[in-house]
């Protein structure tokens, strides 16, 4: 291998088992003969459509769910 890099941990890269070193992304984009900054998407599923959006309604419901024990509580306590 020109890259003399182990080839499971080609393996495991390219299943996203790990995230790469930097210095074995240079590795890899010089033998490739491509630029680095090709390998260094800092947010590669930025743009996959596969993954869903996260429904923020949820989290809104859990903060205002506080407003009705607070009352409740003070009810209860007093």
Do not use: C, G
């Not at 291998?1 to 088992?17: D, S, V």
């Not at 900054?37 to 989290?59: A, C, V």
Request: charge should be positive; charged fraction near 30%.
């Amino acid at each position: 291998m020109k890259a003399k890099i182990n080839l499971r941990t080609i393996q495991r890269i390219e299943n996203e088992e790990v995230i790469p070193r930097s210095y074995t992304l240079k590795i890899i984009a010089r033998v490739l003969m491509i630029e680095e900054s090709e390998l260094f998407d800092l947010n590669p599923m930025r743009n996959d459509p596969e993954i869903p959006k996260k429904d923020k309604s949820k989290l809104v419901w859990l903060h205002l769910s506080a407003l009705f024990f607070v009352p409740t509580f003070l009810i209860w306590f007093f």
